[in-house]
């Protein structure tokens, strides 16, 4: 019954590498998200997606590109991985709206060697 | 722009201790306040929220109250528990530019048996 399922858990890769995370929600929610924790524990947004229509999209370099086949999914794909892109990365989705919560993700773990 | 600033962990207590997590945010117009929680390797968790001044978010045993005149949204809880170990996001959530949330840069929380 997970709510917001997140795919690999793991990724180690090699620098120049492209690769993909993908995430999916089964909660019907409209809204769904890409953050970037470092490893201080800093949260930082990079997308969101309203109804598979991008609605915030922060100073992320365009190596990095999120796509949404449909509601419940948002892919994150990464072009030519660098050292500084190793991460944790979560999804989350939640219903659109100031007060709603947001339901995050297990997070995938991206090691950059 | 719209920021979150909480106090700087890591915090350790031992079981029973009463617990204060500070943070205090900066908004232009009337942001919802979220306290989530992250247990080790394990997404983010919604532990309270609040979304007008004068509310009281409350789970757990953990409480803040929005307090507009201070721009505080500050964590209690009167006993911690070993269990209660992790990090905690104190967060706004704003409607400039489509719906957004904001972390703070997060407190750890170490309980002592």
């Known amino acids: 019954d997970t709510a917001v399922s997140q795919t690999p858990k793991y990724l180690v890769t090699q620098m120049g590498n492209d690769k993909s995370i993908k995430c999916e929600q089964n909660?019907?929610?409209?809204?769904m998200y890409w953050y970037k924790q470092d490893s201080k524990k800093f949260l930082k947004i990079m997308f969101s997606y309203n109804n598979k229509e991008l609605i915030i999209n922060e100073t992320v370099p365009n190596r990095f590109s999120p796509k949404s086949p449909d509601k419940a999914h948002l892919n994150l794909h990464i072009n030519s991985l660098e050292l500084g892109d190793s991460a944790v990365y979560f999804c989350?989705?939640?219903?659109?709206?100031?007060?709603?919560?947001?339901?995050f993700g297990p997070g995938t773990r991206l090691l950059v060697l | 722009g719209d920021s979150v600033t909480q106090m700087e962990g890591p915090v350790t207590l031992s079981e029973e201790a009463f617990l204060t997590i500070n943070c205090t945010y900066t908004?232009?117009?009337?942001?919802?306040l979220f306290w989530y929680v992250q247990y080790p390797g394990e997404g983010l968790q919604l532990l309270l929220k609040?979304?007008?001044?004068?509310d009281k978010g409350s789970n757990k045993g953990f409480e803040a109250t929005y307090r507009k005149e201070t721009t505080s949204f500050h964590l209690e809880k009167g006993s911690v528990q070993v269990s209660d170990s992790a990090v905690y996001f104190c967060a706004l959530s704003e409607s400039t530019g489509g719906f957004k949330t904001i972390f703070g840069a997060g407190t750890r929380l170490f309980v002592k048996a």
């Open positions: 909660l019907g929610h409209d809204t």
């Open positions: 908004a232009t117009g009337y942001p919802s």
């Open positions: 609040a979304t007008k001044a004068d």
């Open positions: 989350a989705s939640s219903l659109p709206g100031l007060q709603e919560t947001q339901y």
